[in-house]
């Protein structure tokens, strides 16, 4: 939604004041598989939550980067975290919770751009569970994984594939009608994209017609740049960040 703090906020406060809706697309929200992973969730079915772990390990050749001059700046585009896999970072919030802090390394390793193409960050939640995020824009020789593994205490899953497009491990101590749902809800694509467009769309045109509360607002946008900046300010500084960044 920005590639500053600021302007994010500035974003919010202004529609609020003009009393009209601000919505910022996270449509991996509704892929099928992410869908009953956060039910899971909400279920309770894992207990406590110990580990989380996302992966995003795609590529984009300098000619992606070269295509235009807004590409891989700073001022206009950011990096792998802040372009990529801003969509994995809303996982982090929106499936789990609120972080407690984070410690991040990136790193410009390969592509001629002022932003990072590869980055790691060691993540730590107000719940208590701990995880990391791995990010490169340089798997070779084409998009790899985009994924999520969450280890709880009575529940171990790992959703991956290109885009977060395939259950790959579903299991449980206990059992739920929703376990019969796993097969369909993986899908194949060619695309990092998902199918999550089109949904999310339905759901703006509702909020419009006064027949629903948006999925993601402002304010669900907020979430995610938060940790981005939060990533950005820790491998600058080196040193760990607190969340959240405003007191």
């Avoid at 798997?139 to 991956?160: A, H, M, Q, W």
């Avoid at 995610?224 to 300010?233: F, G, K, M």
């Amino acid at each position: 939604m920005a590639t500053r703090w600021e302007d994010g906020k500035r974003m919010v406060a202004a529609c609020d004041e003009a009393g009209v809706r601000l919505f910022v697309v996270k449509q991996n929200r509704r892929n099928a598989t992410l869908q009953l992973l956060k039910q899971a969730i909400e279920k309770k079915r894992f207990g406590q939550i110990y580990m989380v772990n996302l992966n995003v390990f795609w590529t984009r050749p300098q000619a992606y980067y070269d295509q235009g001059k807004w590409r891989g700046k700073w001022e206009y585009d950011g990096g792998a975290f802040m372009n990529q896999a801003s969509h994995y970072v809303d996982l982090i919030d929106w499936l789990i919770g609120p972080l407690e802090s984070l410690h991040a390394y990136t790193s410009t390793l390969e592509r001629d751009i002022e932003a990072e193409d590869t980055g790691v960050v060691s993540l730590k939640w107000r719940s208590g569970a701990l995880g990391s995020m791995n990010v490169t824009m340089l798997t070779y020789p084409k998009n790899l994984e985009g994924s999520i593994t969450i280890l709880g205490e009575k529940g171990t899953v790992r959703i991956g594939g290109m885009a977060v497009n395939e259950v790959q491990h579903w299991e449980f101590a206990e059992s739920d009608p929703d376990d019969e749902k796993v097969k369909e809800a993986s899908y194949q694509t060619t695309s990092v994209y998902g199918f999550g467009h089109p949904l999310y769309y339905n759901n703006i045109i509702n909020v419009l017609r006064g027949e629903a509360e948006p999925e993601t607002d402002g304010r669900e946008g907020l979430k995610s740049l938060e940790t981005i900046i939060a990533i950005y300010l820790s491998s600058r500084d080196g040193k760990r960040v607190g969340l959240p960044l405003d007191y």
